[in-house]
Each structure stands twice: as structure tokens, then as C-alpha cells.
């Protein structure tokens, strides 16, 4: 497993594992990698087989943090992210990972910080996440699109635990025509039902118990909704007191959204735009950290 | 020379040229092709040799055009253009071009009009042709994204011509990490001075004669700077005076601004921040004609 520092030595391995006839995956991350990453290295390696070449991505993207968030906190484990991927490779025949892409913040902003050229998706930003992270998006598109333009891969894994982003990027790789297939991992969650995140190491004994409030309340809604509750602001209030159960937890947003154009939505119906798939999607506050967490919600 | 109309036939044919060994470029026009095109050809095929493989592609690009402009007239003349390039291979013992890429709209925008997926250069859009031709840019960034996405050069050939449009290209693609040479192509003029363009078909006999105000003011700005003329104001207004001989010419803007950045300057140095390299432009309305020209000012 090789570490490529520059754009234009990962742009010449793609060309010659794509020319020698193998298929590219790529695991976009910002490292600090965890089981929930790890299954997405998984799933990439299924999707190319065992001939195929998957590259994990490691750069934590300045300009997808707002001004006061944790880009200066956020947690760099090179070392450790590539220890973790090694042991990937020998504990499934198949093999994990064939390269780790780690450029610097110089190497991927030539012209330095904020870039002239931004990539956006219109609309799709403005709900959930989008409300009180501004520019995050943009942020996320925009190093994404220069990732893929790096990678040059067939395949490309995100975790479903960030849902807007993954419905997003979904968007753009088709609209731009980049000819990526973008394939959505299941949230990987503790016993208890907490979604991993690399955020989750913020967090102290007493909000980490009480946190377990996020997946209760998706599993609640989940409930309601499988019983035939059609009420989005009934789901809503069944997340909010849910939540109100933990004394720390702090909602940002709980809402109820159509699954594709992440547009709140009244009543879920079969009939709907994206085919009866809905969104139940919240962001919790505990102290300084803010988790995140979601499920689909299906009418059949 | 085949004919390719999707995204997912253009992009197979490049991966088969790359993985045969051949460097790819590209020269992406609207089409209506003159001889200025042809020139663009002919350097694609110098940069990759008699054994790269050259895709012109032609696209009539609605969002690039601002409401009111002339995307409904706008000259579409694919088989002449076809017939233009492949007599180019006959006459060229090199070759001409490969492949023509000539999508559909619906092919380039599969979500319709106007797309959530846009790739903006801020600030550069601004000076010149941005202040009159509002979203023009960011229509033409967004476009050029997509083509490049599609035909996956190695170089692109667009004409200095469109000064402004190449100025923006080249800080896209190299920001954005392409991998991408481009090539700007000097601009290819009539016997009398007019720069060819799809457009100077739109004239009158009366406009096409007085047209040629454009680049003899332009002549008159390289020539004064050639002698020590530093003032851009100066400059300015010895070209307005060049315009105003002719009575039919009503100026939308005429310029002197920096190479690389565009923005307009007072005083030509040879330590400006582009290396002394500045541009006089010019856009001149005849009639519901617009026609744009420029020249490069270099203080040694």
C-alpha cells in the first residue's frame, strides 16, 4: 500500500491501474478513521474485486469547515489511519487498500485559501446541515470534485451517515457527468445505537450515555412511520421528545425531508418525487460537539 | 473521424486512446466552424502528434448565453462543420481530428434547465464581458467542466480570441487540479484586421466594412505601448477615438486590464503582478451584433 502526496503522481497510478484493465474505487475521508470507515474500504474492494484498485483519501478540508467550527482540532492520524488500513489488507484475502491519497492543504489549494473556483449544488444545501454550516457544502463539493479529478476512479464510497452530503454529491457527479458511480454505505452505529463518528472521541462519559438519544429517535420514527404514521410534524415531535430525554443533548435540527431533493416535506406519501423514500435526519449538540445521525423512512 | 453523442461513448473512446498509448486533446467549440476553429485543430494536432487522438466537440451551450442574447439564432451547421474537419484530415497529412462530440442538451443536462451543478471562478467574471453578459462565465465554466469530464484530455486549444473565457479556463483548470494543459491559440484575422468569429456572419456589408475599428484600435494600443505609453487611461481613450470613426460602432466596453487576473489597472508595469503582461480588449456593438476583440500588451 503505497501514500501519494501530490495530484499529479495519484492522477498517474489511476491511469495505469485503469490501463492495465482494473477497476477504481475511491473512499474519500477525513482520516481518523474508524470501524465506519473501514467498512466502507470494504465495500469499495467488493464493488472492484479483488483485481481492482481502491484508493483511500485522507484530507481534512479546510474549506468545508464555518469559522469557529474544529478544522483546527479536528484530529490528524496519519499514522494510524494507514496502520489501520494495513491490517485491513491482511486480515481480508481480498486486500484493502492499494494507496492512501494524503496531499497537503498547499498541494490541493495551489492558489491558497478561499480558492476562486468553487463547485455548488443549488438548493440541496440550504436545508438540514446546510442552515448552520454556511458554505459547508460548497466546501464539500468543491474538494470532492478535486478529489475525483485526482483519483480518476469508477466507484466512489461515502458513509450514509452524512446523507445530505450524499445525496448532494450524487447530484453533482451526475449532473456534471463525471461518470462515477456513487455508492451510499449503511451507518455503522456502537451496541447502544450511536452512529460512529470521528467526532465522537469529543465527547465526555456523561454525553457520550447520553447520546445514545439520536438513534432512539430515528428508530422511533422509524417505528412510527413502518405503523403507518404519515404526519411529518408528528415524526418530528416523536424525535424532539425523544431527545428531550437527554438533559445535554441541544437539537440543531430534527426534521423530515424527501429523500432526494432533501426538501422538507408535510405528509409522507407513496406517490412522492423520490418514489415514496423520505429522510428522517437530525443534529444534536452536546457541549462543543455536534453529532449528527439519520434513517430512511419508506412507504411502500 | 467518427461522431460521438453521449457522455458515456465519448468518455469510453478517450479511456481506449489513453490506454492505447496516445495523448488526447480537445478543442471544444459551438461549432459554425471558420477558419479560426480550424487553426485550433491544426494546433491540437501539433500538441499530440500524428499519433494522439483529437476530439473537436460541438455544443451550442444554452446557459452560457444570457437572456436576449442570440442562443435561438446562433448558427448550428454540424454536417458543414463536419465536412470542414474531414477535409482538414486530407489536406493535413497529420490528420485533422479524430472524433467529433456533439451531445444533445438533454445529453449535457440530463436534470434540464437551468442545473443545481455549477463550477464558478469568482471574481475574474466580473471585468470585461462578465459586466454586460450576466452568468455568462459560470455558464462557460460550468460547461467546459462537463466537456473536459467527458472527453478527458490531456490538452484543450481554445482561442486568445475569447481572452477573457481563456484567462478563466486556465485558473479553473489548474485550481481545480485537471491534470489538463491549455493552450491558448492566437487569433486568427480577415485580410482588413476583423477577427474571424461565428458572429461576423450576422453583419451588414456597411458593418463588416466599419468592423474593422476594432482591431485598428487595437493595433493603435500595441503600437503606443510599444513607445513608452504607460497610462492605461491614455490608452483607453486612444482606442475609444479609433472606435468612434465609425459612425455604425456603439462601444460596450473598451479595457486595459491585468493578463492573469483581469482586473482593470492605471499604470502598465514591467513589474505588474502578471510580469508586465496586460490586455487591451474591446467589446463593440454593430446593430444586434456584438463583436470582441483584444491584444496583448507586453512592457519589457
Keep these: 500500500m503505497q501514500t501519494l502526496h501530490t495530484v499529479a503522481e495519484m492522477q498517474a497510478e489511476a491511469d495505469r491501474a485503469r490501463c492495465a484493465g482494473r477497476r477504481l474505487a475511491l473512499v474519500p475521508t477525513m482520516g481518523a478513521l474508524h470501524e465506519g470507515h473501514l467498512a466502507l474500504v470494504r465495500e469499495a474492494r467488493q464493488r472492484v474485486g479483488p483485481e481492482g484498485h481502491v484508493t483511500v483519501s485522507v484530507f481534512v478540508n479546510p474549506t468545508q469547515f464555518a469559522p469557529g467550527e474544529d478544522y483546527e482540532r479536528y484530529p490528524r492520524t496519519l499514522d494510524a489511519d494507514r496502520a489501520a488500513l494495513a491490517e485491513l489488507v491482511s486480515e481480508d484475502g481480498a486486500g484493502g487498500a492499494d494507496a492512501v491519497f494524503a496531499p497537503s492543504a498547499e498541494e490541493m489549494y495551489p492558489f491558497g485559501l478561499p480558492p476562486l473556483t468553487t463547485v455548488r449544488v443549488a438548493e440541496m444545501g440550504r436545508y438540514l446541515c446546510g442552515a448552520s454550516r454556511p458554505g459547508h457544502f460548497e466546501g464539500v463539493t468543491s474538494v470532492v470534485t478535486k478529489l475525483f479529478l485526482a483519483c480518476r476512479p469508477d466507484v466512489a464510497v ?143
Excluded: C, W
Design 158 to 300: 461515502f458513509g450514509q451517515k452524512d446523507a445530505q452530503q450524499l445525496a448532494i454529491l450524487r447530484r453533482m457527479t451526475r449532473e456534471l457527468g463525471f461518470g462515477i458511480e456513487i455508492v451510499g454505505h449503511p451507518i455503522v452505529r456502537e451496541k447502544d445505537g450511536l452512529a460512529l463518528s470521528s467526532r465522537n472521541r469529543y465527547l465526555s462519559p456523561e454525553e457520550r450515555r447520553q447520546a445514545v438519544v439520536l438513534s432512539r429517535a430515528l428508530f422511533a420514527a422509524g417505528h412510527a412511520a413502518g405503523q403507518g404514521e404519515r404526519s411529518a410534524d408528528a415524526l418530528r415531535q416523536l424525535m424532539r421528545e425523544q431527545i428531550a430525554l437527554a438533559p445535554l443533548a441541544e437539537v440543531d435540527y430534527v426534521e423530515v425531508v424527501d429523500a432526494d431533493s432533501l426538501a422538507p416535506v408535510e405528509t409522507l406519501e407513496k406517490e412522492g418525487p423520490s418514489g415514496g423514500r423520505y429522510l428522517a435526519a437530525l443534529a444534536v449538540r452536546f457541549g462543543g460537539t455536534r453529532l449528527i445521525d439519520n434513517t430512511t423512512l419508506r412507504v411502500a
